[in-house]
Every structure is written in C-alpha cells, then in structure tokens.
C-alpha cells in the first residue's frame, strides 16, 4: 500500500472487554513498530517485530497486551480486558530494515474504554 | 526511565520568529536522532534527522543543532510559519532498531 493502515481509526469499548488493533504495513518493510500516545504525552514503545518475531516486546504495559505478526505484513495488537487507563492512540509504524531508520507512522487508532 | 529528554512542552512563537527545541540523552551509544512533527489526528512524519558525525544539518528552514559532547540536540526552525503549528518530537534510536522517544513540544505559531 501506499501508507502505513490502520484500522479501526476510532475504538470505543467497555471496559473488561477485549479488543483487537490492526496495522497493515508499507509492502516489504520488514521492521514494525507498535506505540502508545497517551493525552499530552509521547511516544510509549510497545513492541518491535523484525519480520514475524518480536526481538524486542519490553514496552508492553502488562499480560494483558499481546501482539502478533504473521506472513511478514500484518500485526495485531490485542487488549484483554481493558481498563480505562489503556485510553490511548495506538500507532503503528514500519521501517524497510531496521538500519533504514526511517519510520513511517500510519494515523493511528484512537481507543476509548468507558 | 526517560531516554530522551525534550524541552518545553508547549511554544508559542510569533510569525517569522525562531523556534527552538531541545532535547538530551544518556546513552552514547545512540547513533540517530531524528525529528518528527505531528499534526492533530496524524501520526508523526520525520521532519529531519541527524548523525552524531556531523554538527549540523539544515533542511530549508529546519536546522538541526546536535553537540555530541554534551548529549544534546535542538531543532530549529526559522521564520516560523502558522502552518508549522504541530507536535514535534525528537527521538533517538541504537541501530533503528528501536526509537526512543522525548515527550513532545506543542508550538504555535501566532501571525
């Protein structure tokens, strides 16, 4: 594609409920990237993938965070049983290696738990 | 523990004025440190970024200052422009494999 996709681009979800984020990448980039933006605040690293492993995960928050990458494209970002305090854009972002450091960001996907 | 430090949070500059962002770190074995700018309801885009073999790099009217000794670098922009209100985050990174970022700065450009 020609972008970094995210979807949904808004999320509003009870809270305990479970819900699933997804980042389709630039074709080809193999590094992927998931951060947290919270209200005011910066870029929170949540997870690395370098093609469908994950060599880097420390940024997530808890167990209940989970991501997945398969075929080297798409990821999903799941939260079980989400607590208002994960309100936040997720964004996700890809690279073409992980020595090109440039990072394409998609929009985001804004996520509010009630 | 915060990687990369960035200062002010928020800036508020007159139209055609100079804009200056700082931001520090610790770790000396980062060798990338770019700036990305954000738009509300954008994700961020790399605005500029630097190497820590050179001192300085300049993009039409974004320049970035960087002073290996000191860990420091800032990002300045001249004859700022209303439509370069955003968020603008510096970042720095050990290989690309992971970014670290500062915490942001809002400016506004006034006219």
């Known amino acids: 594609g020609a972008g970094v996709s995210q979807s949904p681009s808004n999320k509003v979800t009870e809270k305990g409920k479970d819900v699933e984020l997804r980042c389709d990448p630039i074709s080809g980039h193999t590094a992927l990237y998931w951060y947290r933006q919270s209200l005011g605040q910066g870029l929170e690293f949540l997870i690395y993938f370098q093609g469908n492993s994950a060599p880097d995960k420390s940024g997530l928050p808890s167990d209940r965070f989970s991501a997945e990458r398969t075929g080297g494209s798409v990821s999903t970002l799941t939260i079980q049983r989400t607590q208002q305090e994960d309100s936040a854009v997720y964004l996700c972002?890809?690279?073409?290696?992980?020595?090109?450091?440039?990072?394409?960001f998609g929009q985001g996907t804004r996520l509010t738990v009630v | 523990q915060q990687q990369v430090k960035q200062s002010p949070q928020s800036l508020i500059v007159q139209k055609g004025g100079i804009s200056i962002i700082n931001c520090a770190y610790e770790?000396?074995?980062?060798?990338?440190f770019p700036w990305y700018q954000q738009f509300p309801g954008k994700g961020p885009a790399l605005l500029i970024a630097?190497?820590?073999?050179?001192s300085e790099k300049k993009e039409g009217r974004f320049t970035i200052s960087f002073n290996k000794s000191a860990k420091q670098f800032s990002l300045h922009i001249m004859d700022s422009q209303p439509g370069d209100s955003a968020t603008y985050f510096c970042a720095a990174s050990k290989g690309g494999n992971q970014f670290y970022f500062g915490t942001g700065t809002s400016l506004t450009v006034i006219p």
């Open positions: 630097i190497r820590p073999d050179v």
């Open positions: 770790n000396t074995a980062f060798d990338y």
């Open positions: 972002a890809s690279s073409l290696v992980p020595k090109r450091t440039e990072a394409f």
